[in-house]
Nanobody, 125 residues
Framework: QLQLVESGGGLVQPGGSLRLSCAAS????????IGWFRQAPGKEREGVSC????????NYVDSVKGRFTISRDNRKSTVYLQMNSLDPEDTAVYYC??????????????????WGKGTLVTVSS
């Protein structure tokens, strides 16, 4: 069965850090760009960060630039989202998604082929 599994969410105080992981099961991520998305209560889902299948191109939404870092280890079929200086506004369910990509140099937030079930991040004192 092909699936993505997120982990690493939890409760953290403002200013703290978390590292989310997105692990592929049943397939390899070598040919997939990966996106991280989040959905806060009462809000629409938004793309937060993405990384090309080769890892050489990354993108971030303005609200997380300088605080979040996306990376990947294709040998482990895992993508990471390091989140620093967390703010209560970052509270959301975080999802990863895979996009089969013919180019190693691009990523996007639409047309995703596989989705994980999400991991909850709560930033609160």
């Amino acid at each position: 069965q092909l699936q993505l599994v997120e982990s690493g969410g939890g409760l953290v105080q403002p200013g703290g850090s978390l590292r989310l992981s997105c692990a592929a099961s049943g397939f390899t991520l070598d040919y997939y760009a990966i996106g991280w998305f989040r959905q806060a209560p009462g809000k629409e889902r938004e793309g937060v960060s993405c990384i090309s299948r080769g890892g050489g191109y990354t993108n971030y939404v303005d609200s997380v630039k300088g605080r979040f870092t996306i990376s990947r280890d294709n040998r482990k079929s895992t993508v990471y989202l390091q989140m620093n200086s967390l703010d209560p506004e970052d509270t959301a369910v975080y999802y990863c998604a895979a996009d089969f990509s013919t180019s190693p140099h691009v990523c996007r937030y639409s047309g995703m082929d596989y989705w994980g079930k999400g991991t909850l991040v709560t930033v609160s004192s």
